[in-house]
């Protein structure tokens, strides 16, 4: 079974960067599927952040590009997150999931909370 | 960037009755939508992927139907479980993958 787990800090100050991990089990992300990242502000509904291939290859949403960067760790197994220049807009739990289009298999989440 | 209607936002329902919640896309995805369960606190749960196809686990009370820009997931007789709210996602094309704004089922 994969099982997927986010983690990173809970709380960043405004203007700084943002960064996640997540640790991928059961199965090895440079056998192949996209794995990506995908937030939900409270009460909101869910955004797509961006997807990676195993290869390294990398698509972001063209609303947060300019900030984010998705890479892979094959050696670790994990993936990770850092989006820069955070503002309260960016509060949300934030999901990472393997992403074959759909997503299959999700994280918990884990909230981030931007505040000073 | 494709946007993804959902109607209604919110539908209340009775136990053992039907569910009927719809799915609009601003431009042809063919069959490339899947639907999404969440329940307060949790992740989404992949109900429904390619429009019509359930994921492992899914109980086959949960069909969905529909193609190119008009889709449909239908609950046959809802359980207390099945109170949650309910996505859908387009994958057709991309990026950016897009979701709907959700429909809240709630208990009648």
């Known amino acids: 079974q994969v099982q997927l787990q986010e983690s990173g800090p809970g709380l960043v100050k405004p203007s700084e960067t943002l960064s996640l991990t997540c640790a991928v089990s059961?199965?090895?992300?440079?056998?192949?599927?996209?794995w990506g990242w995908i937030r939900q502000p409270p009460g909101k509904g869910l955004e797509w952040i961006g997807s990676?291939?195993?290869?390294?290859?990398?698509y972001y949403n063209p609303s947060l590009k300019s900030r984010l960067t998705i890479s892979v760790d094959t050696s670790k197994n994990q993936l990770s997150l850092k989006l820069s220049s955070v503002t309260a807009a960016d509060t949300a739990v934030y999901y990472c999931?393997?992403?074959?289009?759909?997503?299959?298999?999700w994280g918990q989440g884990t909230l981030v909370t931007v505040s000073s | 960037e494709i946007v993804m209607t959902q109607s209604p936002a919110t539908l209340s329902v009775s136990p053992g009755e039907r569910a009927t919640l719809s799915c609009r896309a601003s431009?042809?995805?063919?069959?490339?939508l899947a639907w999404y369960q969440q329940k307060p606190g949790q992740a989404p749960r992949l109900l429904m992927y390619?429009?019509?196809t359930r994921a492992t686990g899914i109980p086959a009370r949960f069909s969905g139907s529909g193609s190119g820009t008009e889709f449909t997931l239908t609950i046959s007789s809802l359980q207390s479980e099945d109170f949650a709210v309910y996505y859908c996602?387009?994958?057709?094309?991309?990026?950016?993958?897009?979701f709907g704004q959700g429909t809240r089922l709630e208990i009648k």
């Open positions: 999931a393997r992403l074959q289009g759909f997503g299959d298999f």
């Open positions: 059961g199965y090895s992300i440079s056998s192949g599927y996209f």
């Open positions: 990676i291939y195993h290869s390294g290859s990398t």
């Open positions: 431009q042809s995805v063919s069959s490339n």
């Open positions: 390619g429009a019509s």
């Open positions: 996602q387009q994958y057709n094309n991309w990026p950016p993958i897009t």
